[in-house]
């Protein structure tokens, strides 16, 4: 059995860290010297070899044979945590890019750091360690929104509670914060008032600097399963590669509680650990990849392709992506939108499951997404009532999860309903569903988990090339003669089986006509559109 304590905090060999010295500098180091801080723009990897480093305020003491890092040390962003000398001695320092190639080429080190890193940040998240502290109302949306921006970053973040801490209140208005000022992100000695996430990612270094002179391989535009794949493998493979996510990495599986039919996996895993893991696989062998800096255009007429980005940059690339996913269809009811992250949700993670323990609880949906929801909601809530419009779940979900609702005694099955109204204030107090026969029933319920049909996110891609009639992107064989007409296809060839109507652009996913809503199936497209990437590049 492993211990995870000499897995999260190695000593290394003499050989080991002969070949870390290779790589890096020696310098020397005076007592009480800070090595990392959130304070500074970039964070190094640091071997000790002489004398003693603490992270944090006596978190953890390292030794000789030693070493600094986390996650965010892979990228270069800055550290999370504090990291000074407590002793005279000496470190060797490697930057980020030189890690990088450490890891890459030496397979033995490269397996004994990414553990230590994973380990490092999980245990930085558990204890809420960092400088990141969110102030704000567990009944407010905007709150909720970061909460959930920062949890699938995997960002060690504080979250100070003002429903749980009302005298707050008072010391905020000391300082002219009023309740629309809420969430406050105070981080970096810098405070950020209703922040975006576009704001969050950057006060919190979460990008990389991005060089618009640049033209790159390929550009990836979002970070699903499918994306994610693609990024690895064209990493892996030396185009230079960027990613583009509009929110965070993941997509719809990156919400979803445990899948426990991807293969590899017979206990399951989760959707976010599963996307999280593939991120750092895809940052690892050098693909830049950007949350919360969404593409809004494609410039399909130019050469080499340009992609617009929501504030105004321009990103340039031989060949492109689209993994843009799709999104759930949203209830068909009047002020949907003000309960929205405060009683109704589009994923079903830790998160929510805190939110609703021991309350009831509905699901809408009869997918495997619904499916998964239900089941793990039921062991935190008090009852779980799915809801489908149709006449049962045979048609629609996998078996597996079938038989475990059908022997969950706090979930039950309502078929051919749906919801015709919501109720409440700020937040969500009570939902009205009509049912097969007509009848209508009302309930007090606080949390609503919607997980119903797909809408693809490829608005940004009307006029440039083609769509089907539900807006998905035509590929392949499934591109008619009269689409390569309408957008003027140049070459002799056919398009490529993922390529879309114009030249060295393809569409995997769920964002792609035709596709089979899997996570595996998504992967496999990712990986696979990279062979193709290569193909069209060389002519």
Not at 24 to 49: H, K, M, N
Not at 155 to 168: G, M, N, S, T
Not at 270 to 294: I, M, N, P
Not at 454 to 460: I, N
């Amino acid at each position: 059995m492993r211990d995870p304590v000499k897995d999260t905090f190695p000593t290394l060999t003499a050989s080991q860290a002969s070949r870390i010295a290779k790589v890096g500098r020696a310098r020397d180091v005076a007592i009480g010297e800070v090595l990392v801080s959130p304070d500074l723009p970039r964070s190094s990897f640091f071997l000790v070899e002489r004398g003693t480093l603490e992270i944090g305020q006596g978190l953890v003491s390292l030794g000789p044979g030693q070493f600094t890092g986390e996650l965010s040390t892979v990228t270069g962003r800055r550290g999370l945590v504090e990291i000074r000398a407590t002793a005279p001695g000496r470190v060797i320092e490697v930057d980020s890019q030189a890690l990088r190639a450490l890891v890459d080429t030496d397979s033995e080190l490269g397996e004994i750091l990414l553990r230590a890193f994973i380990l490092r940040r999980a245990n930085l998240i558990e204890l809420g360690a960092g400088d990141a502290i969110l102030v704000g109302s567990s009944r407010d949306h905007g709150t909720l929104q970061a909460m959930e921006f920062l949890t699938r970053n995997g960002y060690p973040y504080r979250h100070v509670d003002l429903d749980a801490e009302p005298e707050i209140h008072r010391v905020l208005e000391g300082f002219h914060v009023d309740a629309g000022d809420i969430p406050v992100l105070v981080a970096h000695g810098q405070v950020l008032r209703r922040p975006r996430n576009a704001q969050i990612a950057e006060l919190l270094g979460l990008n990389r600097p991005l060089d618009e002179g640049r033209v790159h391989d390929l550009v990836v535009v979002g970070a699903g399963p499918a994306g994610l794949a693609a990024a690895v493998y064209a990493g892996s493979e030396g185009l230079t590669t960027l990613v583009l996510e509009q929110v965070v990495p993941g997509g719809q599986a990156g919400s979803s509680s445990k899948i426990e039919n991807y293969l590899g996996f017979p206990n399951g895993i989760s959707g976010g650990e599963l996307t999280a893991r593939a991120h750092v696989q895809a940052e690892k062998f050098g693909v830049q990849v950007r949350v919360a800096d969404g593409a809004v255009r494609l410039r399909c007429d130019e050469q080499p392709y340009a992609i617009a980005l929501d504030d105004g940059r321009i990103v340039r690339t031989r060949a492109v992506v689209i993994a843009t996913g799709a999104a759930y269809r949203k209830l068909a009811i009047h002020d949907l939108a003000r309960f929205e992250n405060v009683g109704v949700y589009y994923g079903a993670t830790h998160l929510e499951s805190q939110r609703c323990r021991d309350q009831d609880v509905i699901v809408v949906g009869g997918g495997n997404s619904a499916g998964q929801a239900a089941v793990f909601l039921a062991q935190t809530a008090r009852h779980v009532d799915l809801l489908v419009r149709a006449s049962g779940l045979a048609a629609s979900m996998s078996q597996y999860l079938i038989r475990r609702i059908e022997q969950s005694p706090n979930i039950t099955l309502h078929t051919r309903c749906e919801i015709v109204a919501l109720e409440g204030g700020d937040t969500l107090t009570g939902v009205r569903w009509r049912d097969g026969r007509g009848g209508v029933e009302t309930r007090e319920i606080r949390h609503v988990f919607s997980m119903t049909g797909a809408v693809p996110a490829t608005r940004w891609l009307e006029g440039c090339l083609a769509l089907d009639d539900h807006g998905f992107v035509r590929t392949g064989p499934d591109l008619r003669r009269e689409d390569l007409a309408a957008y003027r296809w140049p070459l002799a060839r056919p398009p490529h089986l993922l390529e879309t109507s114009i030249p060295r652009v393809f569409a995997v996913g769920d964002a792609r006509a035709g596709s089979v809503k899997r996570v595996a199936t998504a992967v496999g497209e990712g990986a696979s559109v990279i062979a193709l990437v290569h193909r069209v590049l060389a002519e």
